[in-house]
């Protein structure tokens, strides 16, 4: 019954490749995020949507592209993958966009661009 | 712009020990303050929160919080240290109109027998 879940867990795929993680809630959240956590641990948002509808977009390449089809799901595409990319991907979900909201995070995807 | 600090990149402790991890944070008011658990190969877990009112806060496994607005700060806390509790652990602040969170570089905590 995993909350929020994250697929593949592991990604490894050269440079120049298109890839795409997919994200998965079955808490009923209206509000869903992805967030980078880079090789020194630091977790920054990249995305947030709400009801399918992107409402923070911070500063992150437009390579990256979030898709919602609906409020349950969020993934992220990533075009002309470069070595930077690599990372671990944190998909999140919380009742609502509302401050305060607790986020439930997924257990991340591991992206090796190599 | 926030912003939060947690000073000590890894903390090692005896089991059995207290524990105190610290979290500085920069804020135009008070936010809402959070500290999530991220064992090896896992995602975050949320220890507690902080939104209004009792400045102790009691979250899960035992932790607890202090929140000091004088300070800025929002350090977390456990009496006796189990060697299960050895894991990364993330200061977060969210601000009070929106559900993002702003994440300190994490504080690895390892536990010596």
């Known amino acids: 019954d995993t909350a929020v879940s994250q697929t593949p867990k592991y990604l490894v795929t050269q440079m120049g490749n298109d890839k795409s993680i997919k994200c998965e809630q079955n808490?009923?959240?209206?509000?869903m995020y992805w967030y980078k956590q880079d090789s020194k641990k630091f977790l920054k948002i990249m995305f947030s949507?709400?009801?399918?509808?992107?409402?923070i977009n911070e500063t992150v390449p437009n390579r990256f592209s979030p898709k919602s089809p609906d409020k349950a799901h969020l993934n992220l595409h990533i075009n002309s993958l470069e070595l930077g990319d690599s990372a671990v991907y944190f998909c999140?979900?919380?009742?609502?966009?509302?401050?305060?909201?607790?986020?439930?995070f997924g257990q991340g995807t591991r992206l090796t661009v190599v | 712009a926030q912003s939060v600090t947690q000073p000590d990149i890894h903390i090692t402790v005896s089991e059995g020990a207290s524990l105190e991890l610290r979290c500085n944070y920069s804020y135009g008011a008070t936010p809402y303050l959070f500290w999530y658990v991220q064992s090896p190969g896992q995602g975050l877990q949320l220890l507690l929160k902080y939104f209004s009112g009792d400045t102790l806060v009691q979250g899960i496994k035992g932790f607890e919080a202090e929140f000091k607005r004088s300070q800025s700060s929002f350090n977390l806390r456990k009496p006796s240290v189990h060697w299960s509790d050895a894991a990364e652990y993330f200061c977060?602040?969210?601000?009070?109109?929106?559900?993002?969170?702003?994440f300190g570089k994490g504080t690895m905590l390892l536990v010596s027998p």
């Open positions: 999140a979900s919380s009742q609502d966009v509302a401050g305060g909201t607790e986020a439930f």
């Open positions: 808490l009923g959240h209206d509000t």
């Open positions: 977060a602040v969210g601000p009070r109109g929106y559900s993002t969170l702003t």
């Open positions: 949507y709400n009801n399918k509808e992107l409402i």
